[in-house]
Each structure stands twice: as C-alpha cells, then as structure tokens.
C-alpha cells in the first residue's frame, strides 16, 4: 500500500532552499528552511522513493546525500 504525504510550502522563486530529511525506525521528518515542518510514520516500510515536487515552476535539486 502507498500513501503519499503532501504539505505545501510557498517558496520564493530563484530562491536556494535547504532540506533536510530525516528517518529514524518508522518516522519520517521534513524540514524546509527551518520555516516548515512534516512528519509521518512509515511502517513496514522495506523501500521505496522520495519525491520532491514543484507545482508550475522548475526546481534544481543539489547536494543530497544518504547516511545510514
């Protein structure tokens, strides 16, 4: 089963924005900017994706890294 989990933030266009993920056993938190917060239980969770998503203009999405 998929859930998608969505909150929107409004972001000033040309703009660089940090954001930082974390996952820790079953939550998921998202900070944006240190202005927006989002947090969501992944149960079962065994993989999948993460998306990150602009409505109506382009993003350039840099320095991601993954620690385990």
Do not use: Q, W
């Not at 382009?58 to 991601?64: L, P, R």
């Amino acid at each position: 089963n998929e859930v998608d989990v969505e909150r929107y933030c409004p972001m000033p266009i040309e703009n660089i924005h940090h954001i930082i993920v974390i996952a820790e056993n079953s939550v998921l938190t998202v900070y944006v900017d240190d202005k927006y917060a989002m947090s969501g239980r992944m149960f079962d969770f065994e993989g999948g994706n993460l998306a990150i998503y602009s409505h109506n203009n382009e993003i350039e999405v840099t320095n991601i890294h993954l620690y385990k």
